[in-house]
């Protein structure tokens, strides 16, 4: 969110926040959350009473309530599909669970209950809070508006029942009722939640004005062009919410290898069991079996195998500054093979700073006495770039003096009165039309090539007059952040090939610096659904897109991406909700860090899942051609657990992150 540093008198009309205001459920707002906590705390205190030998009767009935707790609801869940002829891996583990508890190892089945109660809570809370993001977003536009009538009265009507056709009036410092077009004023509009440009854009009649935009100090009239229900924030709206749902797939596929392994095991345990007896064996020896092979053809050791590596990659990333929201993101992220990076706020810092300091010859001013004086005169105003040229000033410790007679016009610039001298600070074209002196003609024009030769590059140019008399120009930009062209460099050597720029900003300053960085693909100029549509092309085309971004306007591009990834410090809370991960620190550089470790997640997976196969294989072969003794198959099994949990911890060591920003 962007921030003022310095004090400033307060606006006459306070401006609304330019994301939406936060609604986040509670965590233990969450049944899933309260009792998975309940089970944890339960396993946490009767843990230690067993390994340190106190009697059965003082840990068991703790782990009975952690099983009852954690279990219940996965358990009644798994009734329920068997009502409707399915079976999922959730009920499977309950069981596998009780038979481990049939067998003695009570603990192992806690744990097992444990993990899957926590992970059902996460996944509770991360589709809730998207939820609460979502409905937040709506928040953005204005719930009333002032609609003119045709015999020039006004009336307060809710947005929703504004009309395609209606004039709205829309006052200094209020968010835009509708989207439509400037009929009548000017002024300057801050359009940052829906293109992410970080200056606000200059509006005359004729304009394209958008819902939820806040209006600067000039008063606008508005025809409304749009209804509520198509206007560009419901459009974004729609798209977060489509998108989302374009994953179900993904997930269908994976109940469908739940359901085929849940049967499978169901169907082979019934066997060990049913075909020895048809044999004339012992009833107890072939339950005995049975529950063998229960033990030793448990997933523990599978899901082991991908747990540990993701979640310590997590954990790795986590504290070096990026929050990665869940284990499949970061088993996604190393998928990624290509990359669509935001501009503003993103690649650079988002917030505008002085980078030219251009007296003119003959002025007798330097770069300070240029800037001391533009500050001054800027000081009043809330304007952008009037605190660019403050802070810039005050960085410098230059002495402000106080202005009098202090005037802003919409689209043009400021007057005020320092030290004796009128001073104007403004627009370049505006404020060299209305210099009628002839005499200073060449001045004049010294002025405007320099302001163009600044905008060329991508500058917004600021010319500073005192007495009517252009006395130089400044030039103010976006930073660059320090580690975009490093971090755009190993993003292309991860995925061969080059990122891609999409930005709302205008082509000009976007080829500025995507030349800097090094991209060649840029796309400028772009509303939320155009981004979406550049997203979509990609994945049209068989890439697996990563989208970086950290604004509303970005939100649904973020959504349609194979993975998302936010700038947190700065980012809308649209955007964080939507993300899959978020860079806590706004370290750029930690984008191809967190992609290389979720590629050496990813072989650690691999090489488990190798390990617990051989161990499952050896095991249930010896169980079902031989016998194989209940206290070597859980040993086995426990073995395979063990080492694989073990080899994905390594993940947790610091060398994992110094190898992933080498290799990024």
């Not at 703790?62 to 099983?67: K, N, Q, S």
């Not at 992970?119 to 809370?125: D, I, K, V």
């Not at 999409?502 to 400028?524: C, F, H, K, M, Q």
């Not at 990609?538 to 306007?553: P, Y």
Request: glycine share 8%; proline share 6%; hydrophobic share 50%.
């Amino acid at each position: 969110m962007p921030t003022t540093l310095i004090e400033r008198p307060a606006p006459l009309v306070a401006p609304r926040p330019d994301t939406a205001p936060r609604r986040r459920t509670r965590v233990f707002a969450l049944p899933e959350a309260r009792w998975a906590a309940t089970a944890t705390v339960l396993f946490l205190i009767a843990l230690p009473l067993q390994l340190t030998g106190a009697p059965a009767w003082a840990w068991g009935p703790l782990y009975a309530l952690a099983y009852a707790t954690g279990g219940w609801e996965p358990a009644w869940a798994g009734l329920r599909a068997l009502r409707e002829k399915t079976l999922d891996v959730d009920l499977l583990m309950i069981v596998a669970a009780l038979g481990a508890a049939v067998v003695g190892q009570v603990m192992d089945g806690a744990l097992l209950i444990v993990i899957f109660a926590t992970s059902g809570a996460l996944e509770a809370l991360a589709t809730a809070r998207t939820a609460d993001s979502v409905r937040g977003l709506l928040d953005l536009a204005p719930a009333t508006a002032t609609r003119l009538l045709d015999d020039g009265a006004e009336e307060n009507v809710p947005t929703e029942l504004l009309a395609v056709g209606d004039t709205i009036l829309v006052r200094p410092g209020e968010r835009i009722g509708a989207d439509g077009r400037v009929l009548d004023g000017a002024s300057e509009v801050d359009q940052a939640t829906i293109t992410g440009e970080p200056l606000p854009a200059a509006k005359e009649v004729g304009d394209e004005v958008f819902a939820g935009t806040l209006n600067g100090t000039g008063a606008l009239r508005v025809k409304v062009e749009r209804d509520a229900s198509d206007s560009v924030i419901a459009r974004i709206v729609a798209m977060v919410e489509e998108a989302s749902e374009t994953k179900a797939p993904t997930q269908l596929f994976i109940e469908k290898v739940e359901q085929r392994y849940s049967i499978g095991m169901v169907i082979a345990t019934l066997a060990v069991f049913a075909v020895p007896l048809a044999f004339g064996a012992a009833l107890t020896g072939s339950l005995l079996r049975a529950m063998t092979f229960m033990i030793v053809a448990s997933p523990c050791a599978v899901v082991l195998a991908t747990m540990p590596p993701l979640l310590s990659a997590i954990a790795n990333a986590g504290r070096h500054g990026v929050l990665v929201k869940s284990a499949v993101v970061m088993e996604r992220l190393g998928q990624i093979d290509g990359v669509a990076l935001d501009k503003t706020g993103t690649l650079t810092e988002g917030t505008p700073r002085v980078t030219d300091l251009r007296p003119l010859t003959g002025s007798g001013l330097t770069e300070d006495g240029l800037l001391a004086l533009a500050a001054a005169a800027e000081h009043p105003s809330e304007h952008p770039l009037a605190r660019a040229v403050v802070d810039a000033a005050r960085t410098r410790d230059l002495p402000l003096t106080a202005a009098e007679d202090f005037s802003s016009a919409p689209g043009i610039g400021v007057t005020a009165t320092v030290d004796g001298r009128a001073v104007a600070v403004g627009a370049p074209a505006r404020l060299l039309s209305e210099d009628e002196n002839e005499e200073e003609d060449a001045v004049a024009a010294r002025a405007a090539a320099i302001a163009a030769e600044l905008e060329s590059g991508g500058r917004t140019a600021v010319l500073v007059e005192a007495d009517g008399v252009p006395v130089g120009v400044l030039g103010i930009a976006d930073r660059l952040r320090p580690d975009a062209a490093a971090t755009v460099t190993a993003l292309t050597s991860l995925t061969g090939t080059a990122p891609v720029l999409l930005t709302g900003d205008n082509p000009r300053a976007a080829a500025r610096l995507a030349a800097e960085v090094g991209i060649t693909d840029v796309r400028a100029g772009l509303l939320p659904q155009d981004k979406v549509t550049a997203v979509q092309e990609q994945k049209a085309a068989g890439r697996k897109v990563l989208v970086v971004g950290d604004g509303v306007n970005d939100a649904p591009a973020l959504a349609a991406a194979h993975t998302g990834i936010a700038m947190g410090r700065a980012g809308s809370d649209l955007a964080l909700e939507t993300a899959d991960a978020v860079i806590v620190r706004d370290e750029l550089a930690t984008v191809p860090a967190v992609v290389a470790l979720s590629r050496r997640a990813r072989s650690f997976v691999v090489q488990n899942l190798a390990v617990a196969s051989v161990f499952i294989s050896v095991l249930v072969v010896w169980d079902l051609v031989a016998t194989l003794p209940l206290p070597l198959g859980v040993l086995g099994h426990e073995g395979s657990t063990v080492i694989v949990g073990l080899n994905g911890l390594r993940l947790l060591r610091e060398a994992a992150w110094t190898r992933a920003r080498a290799g990024g």
